[in-house]
């Protein structure tokens, strides 16, 4: 599952009727037991220590909900750039 971190970005993805949230539950419904969460555009926030921390926060709560084990999910900073 790729997350954007970029200002914005994020919030649209995890809002109620956000992609990201949608790829998820997709993913789940669709029989994936294992799950990778990179969190792309880590330049556009300065790589950031708390902004990454946030993300994993919030994404964390929301894939529980959907079904996957947060402690088993790596989370991992990337950049394109």
């Known amino acids: 599952l790729i997350i ?3 200002t914005g970005e ?3 993805g995890i809002s109620k009727d956000g992609q990201t949230r949608e ?3 997709l993913a ?4 994936v037991k294992q799950l990778i969460v990179a969190i792309n555009k880590m330049d556009t926030a300065k790589w950031s220590e708390d902004r990454y921390k946030e ?3 919030e994404t964390s709560n ?3 909900k959907v079904g996957f084990n ?3 999910v790596p989370f991992v900073p990337i950049s394109g750039f």
């Open 70 to 72: 947060p402690k088993s």
């Open 28 to 31: 789940y419904t669709l029989g």
């Open 10 to 12: 994020f919030e649209a």
């Open 4 to 6: 954007a971190a970029g």
């Open 62 to 64: 929301f894939i529980k």
């Open 55 to 57: 993300i994993i926060k």
């Open 23 to 25: 790829h998820a539950l």
